[in-house]
């Protein structure tokens, strides 16, 4: 059984940065493709960004670019959100989420191109 498990969230200050973590366990990562997506108070879940099974690729979302940066340890089956100069509009729970697809090594950006998400982790930036 695959679980994913993100940690790291909290509450920050605008400008300020969090770290958030994503630890898989039942399957090597090695062989996905992952994402981040977040979900803010009656809005649609929104992809992030994402890293190729390489590690070699990211893709992000316009809103988080140059902001944002995706990581990934193979070795250790985990995943980083490092997140910096953050502001109010990045407030949501954050998902981690492992893609079924094993096409083409690429970022998916849409939640129905994964099929296993982690509980959720709250990120909440004050302004």
């Known amino acids: 059984q695959v679980q994913l498990v993100e940690s790291g969230g909290g509450l920050v200050q605008a400008g300020g940065s969090l770290r958030l973590s994503c630890a898989v366990s039942?399957?090597?990562?090695?062989?996905?493709?992952m994402g981040w997506f977040r979900q803010a108070p009656g809005q649609e879940r929104e992809f992030v960004g994402g890293?190729?099974?390489?590690?070699?690729?990211?893709a992000y979302a316009d809103s988080v670019k140059d902001r944002f940066t995706i990581s990934r340890d193979n070795a250790k089956d985990m995943v980083f959100l490092q997140m910096n100069s953050l502001e109010p509009e990045d407030t949501a729970v954050y998902y981690c989420?492992?893609?079924?697809?094993?096409?083409?090594?690429?970022?998916?950006?849409?939640?129905?191109?994964?099929?296993?998400w982690g509980q959720g982790t709250q990120v909440t930036v004050s302004s």
């Open positions: 989420a492992r893609s079924l697809r094993y096409g083409s090594d690429r970022v998916y950006n849409r939640p129905g191109d994964y099929n296993y």
């Open positions: 039942g399957r090597p990562i090695s062989a996905a493709v």
């Open positions: 890293i190729t099974r390489s590690g070699g690729n990211t």
